[in-house]
């Protein structure tokens, strides 16, 4: 397990480098790529199961201590994330599957890596965490009616079966291991360690499936979409800061909801739009993967030198290790 979590911490530490890669892979290897693409919803399932097993109760204990941030930042995630991708996409007068793409990236729930992010940035990690995991839970309800809502004009949408297919990729899994951490303790907290590989490996298939799925796509609309997609990610970090300053809510935990905000599971993302739509419209989620982990490390960077104002609540190691 010694060679296991030493071989975690570098693909953590790695994981913005090795998700464009993922892509390059995808662009020159288009074929093989894109066969693995019928499979992105168990390959997401099994990211959310491990997620569900960095879970513990006492995760939403914060809730209760700091109501204000939580409500803050999940309202800030359902809100100018969707409104945002859609915007943007119009402004940029993208084809119908592209705006269908980016609306589901803006409703998508917090990002699986964001929790590292946080903690390497010196936020509340607390905050991150009760964010990711009530987004998370939220998003078989919330993430169709968003998309119903901003997307249906342009392309018919079945919000009960985007309703099945987020229970059966996120919430069944999240809450199986949930369940286990709570009933075999023990034998998950000893491969706690090796979920980072878990996370970071199916992130970066489900990337390169997509993009070899969209390679022709990616060469002739590329630039365009890589545009919006990075404006999308960095106004959602700097609108999350504005509100929590807004609001008036501690240093640290205006860091979170800046990067709960701004980063988003872009995998859900791909993977609905794979099930539901056409390849084209899992592209957005696909380059959002890769850009966000690199504004997130960035973010990170910047942020690790400066120590907030406030003092941090102890950092939460074990959270960190949410990939």
Known sequence: MTVIKSIADVVGRWFALL????????????????????????????????????????????????????????????????????????????????????????????????????????????????????????????????????????LPVSAGDLFLSIVQMVLVPVVAGLLLRRFATRAVEAVLPALPLVSVTGIVVVVAAVVGANADAVLGTGLLLGLAVVLHNLLGLGIGYAAGAVSKVPESARRAVSIEVGMQNSGLAAALATAHFAPLAALPGALFSVWHNVSGAIVATLWARRVPKDTPPERDTASATRA
């Open 19 to 154: 998700v464009l890669a993922g892509g390059v892979v995808g662009l020159l290897a288009p074929a093989q790529s894109a066969a693995v693409a019928p499979h992105i919803p168990l390959l997401l399932g099994v990211i959310m199961f491990g997620m569900g097993l960095t879970m513990r109760p006492v995760d939403f204990a914060i809730v209760a201590k700091h109501p204000r941030a939580v409500i803050l930042g999940v309202v800030a995630q359902y809100t100018v994330m969707p409104l945002l991708g859609f915007g943007i996409a119009h402004l940029f007068q993208l084809p119908p599957m592209l705006v269908v793409g980016m609306v589901l990236v803006g409703a998508a729930p917090g990002g699986t890596s964001s929790n590292v992010i946080v903690y390497l940035a010196r936020g509340d990690v607390a905050l991150s965490v009760a964010m990711t995991s009530i987004s998370t839970l939220l998003a078989p309800v919330l993430t169709p009616l968003i998309v119903l809502g901003l997307a249906g004009s342009t």
